[in-house]
């Protein structure tokens, strides 16, 4: 049968084009992302990981052009959301904060989970520990409250995160530093820096070991004053802080926070999200709001982040062993 050649060309189309769609929209074809993506968070609202994990996600939301939905899964010291971030698909749709509780949590025996359970995306910050009381607390300095712990030993209480976890790393080796024993300022365990700075404005605790990035906002309030940071120098953020070397006390450590998606993340997609966050990390959206926060941006990415959690699980180990937590 002869026909004409736009009838023919109809045909074509009629029979081609269909196929065509049909294969542009099996699963295995879609561009990532193509859905919206959950970020998990271990810790609390209102804390540094929930802070910088919101300023992080609003960041890639535009990058990506989907939403990125910060979820807290809080629970277990930080062992809820790590499991959760571990155990969800390595399909790109979920991300989550990996934070330096995860070279301590596996040696109390809270869980198995080490940084070597994900596929570590980049580091996002580090911020140095700080000692905060009330505003209307009678030490001024730090050196008067070394003086009222070694004077009535035990009966101050700090607080900032699980028991183990960074903030508690923090206080033991500034006891230490300053000579004193573990137990002359006891911890009193929390899901994070937030619900610990409002047990303390609560009077149910007298010190907070935690960021500045985390206190700031109550600072600004007038409720609690900073006495010192762990840091080796002062913060540019907090120039008026001073640190602990000043007052002859050799001690700093601090608290980061990581991206990490699921083990074994295809190629393709990390490739996808490595260079997403690398641009996210010097968004404005996401700078400013560290700046605002007073936190420490350190963006670290590849062999150089393995590295870094390599050496991090190696020398918190070492601090827990000396002080005698966990195994």
């Known amino acids: 049968m002869n026909l004409s050649k736009p009838r023919t060309l109809f045909y074509l189309f009629a029979i081609f084009i269909p196929i065509i769609f049909l294969s542009c929209n099996q699963p295995g074809n879609k561009t990532y992302p193509s859905r919206p993506i959950s970020f998990l968070v271990p810790w609390a609202p209102g804390g540094m990981t929930d802070l910088s994990s919101r300023a992080m996600a609003a960041s890639l939301q535009n990058i990506l052009g989907t939403p990125v939905n910060v979820v807290n899964r809080t629970g277990g010291g930080g062992v809820v959301g790590h499991t959760a971030i571990s155990q969800a698909q390595p399909d790109g749709y979920t991300l989550g904060a990996v934070t330096v509780e995860i070279t301590m949590m596996h040696r109390m025996g809270v869980t198995q989970l080490t940084h070597q359970d994900y596929t570590p995306l980049a580091l996002m910050i580090n911020n140095p520990a700080s000692i905060t009381v009330r505003a209307d607390a009678p030490w001024e300095n730090i050196d008067e409250l070394i003086e009222e712990i070694r004077n009535h030993p035990g009966e101050l209480q700090a607080s900032g995160t699980a028991r183990g ?13 300053a000579g004193l024993p573990e137990s002359a300022m006891p911890w ?12 303390l404005i609560a009077e149910g605790v007298d010190v907070v070991t935690a960021s500045l990035s985390e206190v700031d906002a109550l600072r600004k309030a007038g ?46 997609i990390r490739a996808t999200l490595d260079s997403a966050i690398m641009i996210a990390a010097k968004d404005s959206l996401f700078t400013s709001s560290m700046s605002q926060a007073g936190s420490n941006i350190q963006y670290l990415h590849g062999e150089k982040l393995i590295h870094f959690l390599t050496k991090q699980d190696s020398i918190n180990g070492a601090m827990m062993k000396n002080a005698g937590i966990g195994q």
């Open 165 to 177: 976890g960074i903030w508690d790393l923090a206080r033991i080796g500034f006891l230490e530093a």
């Open 223 to 268: 409720q609690v004053k900073t006495l010192a940071v762990m840091a080796e120098d002062r913060l540019p953020q907090f120039p008026e802080i001073p640190t602990l070397k000043e007052t002859g006390i050799d001690w700093s450590i601090g608290g980061w926070v990581s991206i990490c998606a699921p083990k074994n993340l295809p190629a393709p």
């Open 188 to 199: 009193v365990p929390s899901q994070g820096s937030a619900p610990a700075l409002q047990e």
